[in-house]
């Protein structure tokens, strides 16, 4: 019996006597297919497919758990020996679709703050001890995929044993100040991409990386986002909205906002350089091509934010000999 027959078997099982369509819905970065199943009474439910072989389903229904102060797809079966999970239908539209449909600024700036609202109620909801720690080997294993896929692969370009030595240093520069940041649930991909536009608060998909660790980091990745990309002001007047509501809240977030913006900004360091390596490791270890257009972006970001801070001269200066100087990026807020 193939994959497609065993799924429909494992639907065909929970839902007897129903007879329904199966039609793709969408595929993840990694391994991980969606389809939707529609009854024919209107009803439709959403189905992963993740093959055990490449990957196991226990973090998403353990995650699935923890993060029910947002609206996450209720599971209604899952198969861990097979890899599937019938859960709910949150509806066809992303927030990266809306956006995409309507580029008003006043439109995206009334969608991250949907979007603002929905981590603080996640964050507020935070146990420690519950969700592996966003350490410091995990982070340097994430920032180290980019001289690994990137200079290495990508362009073709291994680190010297000098631009090895400014990396190291300028990394252990970078992880104290991220490890010093107070620690809440991080998603990991808090992304447009992966919010569902319907009425109420937002759907929230992906989370199954989810970790304990920096209060900054989903902002960023929020507002610093892949396929979607805002100006410096715009996306400074959502950063400080967040961080007055935070601090509202009683989120452990700094008094000043200049310490929170720094913050912020060195946890985009982290992940920029992480992004970058991913998606040419996506290229080129799984053939996915398509995420590498979009590495220019972080790049112009890691310009933008590096140029600001002194402290992290060594890797503006391997981002500089293994990228080249961007002369357009603009040098843009700091504090």
């Known amino acids: 019996m193939n994959r497609q027959d065993t799924l429909h078997q494992f ?94 600024e ?48 990508e362009i073709g370009k291994p680190f010297t044993m000098k631009q090895q030595k400014m990396w190291r240093e300028g990394v252990n520069v970078l992880l104290p100040k991220i490890l010093a940041q107070a620690s809440v649930y991080v998603h990991r991909d808090f992304i447009v991409r992966n919010l569902m536009l319907r009425s109420g608060s937002p759907g929230v998909l992906d989370f199954q990386d989810a970790v304990y660790g920096a209060i900054s980091y989903d902002l960023l990745s929020l507002t610093r986002d892949a396929f979607v990309e805002w100006e410096e002001e715009f996306v400074l007047d959502i950063v400080i909205r967040y961080w007055e509501k935070a601090r509202a809240a009683g989120l452990p977030v700094p008094l000043q906002f200049d310490d929170f913006y720094r913050d912020y900004e060195f946890i985009g360091v982290q992940r920029h350089f992480k992004v970058i390596g991913i998606f040419a ?54 504090f």
């Open 11 to 104: 639907l065909s099982e929970h839902y007897p006597q129903r007879s329904f369509e199966l039609v793709f819905a969408a595929a993840d970065a990694d391994f991980r297919r969606y389809w939707r199943a529609h009854f024919a009474d209107g009803a439709s439910v959403i189905i992963m497919d993740a093959p055990p072989e490449k990957m196991s389903i226990a973090p998403y229904v353990r995650v699935q758990k923890l993060f029910q102060a947002v609206r996450v797809p209720q599971i209604y079966a899952a198969d861990e020996a097979n890899g599937f999970i019938i859960m709910e239908d949150l509806g066809n539209t992303t927030f990266l679709q809306a956006m995409q449909h309507d580029t008003r």
């Open 281 to 334: 490791r996506l290229k080129h270890r799984d053939g996915k091509a398509h995420y590498a257009e979009e590495i220019p972006r972080f790049v112009r970001y890691l310009h933008r934010t590096l140029r600001r801070y002194p402290e992290l001269g060594m890797l503006r200066q391997v981002l500089r000999e293994v990228c080249g100087e961007d002369e357009d990026v603009q040098t843009g807020y700091t």
């Open 106 to 153: 006043e439109v995206h700036k009334v969608l991250l703050l949907e979007a603002v609202d929905t981590l603080l109620t996640l964050q507020q909801s935070s146990q420690a001890d519950v969700l592996p720690a966003y350490d410091e080997a995990l982070l340097r294993r994430e920032m180290n995929l980019f001289p690994e896929w990137y200079a290495t692969h």
